[in-house]
């Protein structure tokens, strides 16, 4: 059986990798795709890519009435991509997210419409295998040493902090314990901004400079001795993988699921 795919984000750095995987892949089948600044152009004019002659549409609605598909992928902007899942939603197709920038609140309200709906939706802060092995192994060190904090990493370009894959550590982490302190935030003499962000429990640092791409960071300490954690990327690469392995696996359940490590059965 051939999936039948929509791509919102098609023309964006990890749209095209995706959308040139996908046309190459067996058992998927690109049938439309979003690009709000290209609509009415075909992919192939706008890409290059050979094969992508199919027409760019201006949002997933539209994308989804002309050529019904049965799962959809995300790879816009924070600010577009609660409404594209919702309309794929609401035309019963299911959902895979790349996007960052959806609030643990936004989530809820996406679990609620594709449980009514019976869709299935996944949401990944990065589809790469080694990003959730960080996870998955920060989880382990969480429920061993009471303290830690994140850092984020990214060119000074991403417009939304912390990452997606920041979010989704202090998400994981908070389902396994909650962090110590020997000083109380609100104690902190001096700055207390600078003792970062609180998310999930996690107090969160986000850096942005250029020359960094993507990285994470779980730093634990325990008298005496300090674990670090961390994630790098250096090119989208490693998310094609495992976004196609999320969009052929999406229809197996209701609601939402997050993170790679929960897909992967970690």
């Given at each position: 059986m051939t999936l039948k795919v929509c791509l919102?984000?098609?023309?964006?750095?990890?749209?095209?990798?995706?959308?040139?995987?996908?046309?190459?892949?067996?058992?998927?089948?690109?049938?439309?795709?979003?690009?709000r600044s290209s609509a009415g152009k075909t992919l192939a004019a706008v890409t290059g890519i050979d094969g992508a002659e199919l027409s760019?549409?201006?949002?997933?609605?539209?994308?989804?009435?002309?050529?019904?598909?049965?799962?959809?992928?995300?790879?816009?902007?924070?600010?577009?991509?609660?409404?594209?899942?919702?309309?794929?939603?609401?035309?019963?197709?299911?959902a895979v997210i790349g996007t960052s920038g959806l609030t643990d609140e936004d989530y809820a309200d996406i679990d609620r419409w594709a449980k009514q709906k019976g869709v299935g939706v996944f949401a990944a802060g990065n589809f790469s295998i080694t990003a959730a092995l960080l996870q998955h192994f920060a989880c382990l060190a969480a429920g061993e040493m009471p303290h830690w904090e994140i850092l984020d990493y990214a060119a000074d370009n991403k417009p939304d902090a912390p990452s997606g894959t920041a979010r989704e550590l202090a998400y994981q982490l908070a389902q396994v314990a909650k962090p110590a302190w020997a000083v109380p935030l609100d104690q902190t003499q001096g700055l207390k901004e600078s003792r970062g962000a609180t998310l999930n429990g996690s107090q969160m640092h986000s850096i942005r400079v250029p020359g960094y791409y993507s990285a994470v960071q779980a730093?634990?300490?325990?008298?005496?001795?300090?674990?670090?954690?961390?994630?790098?990327?250096?090119?989208?690469?490693?998310?094609?993988?495992?976004?196609?392995?999320?969009?052929?696996?999406?229809?197996?359940?209701?609601?939402?699921?997050?993170?790679?490590?929960?897909?992967l059965q970690l």
């Open positions: 919102a984000g098609a023309t964006g750095h990890v749209g095209r990798e995706l959308a040139r995987a996908i046309l190459a892949a067996e058992g998927l089948a690109l049938v439309s795709a979003v690009g760019i549409h201006a949002d997933v609605a539209a994308a989804l009435a002309a050529a019904p598909a049965d799962v959809l992928i995300d790879y816009t902007r924070p600010a577009a991509v609660k409404a594209n899942v919702h309309a794929a939603v609401e035309a019963g197709c299911h730093v634990f300490g325990s008298p005496g001795e300090r674990l670090e954690l961390r994630h790098e990327s250096t090119s989208y690469a490693p998310y094609v993988a495992g976004t196609l392995l999320a969009a052929r696996k999406v229809d197996a359940w209701k609601g939402l699921k997050r993170g790679m490590a929960t897909l």
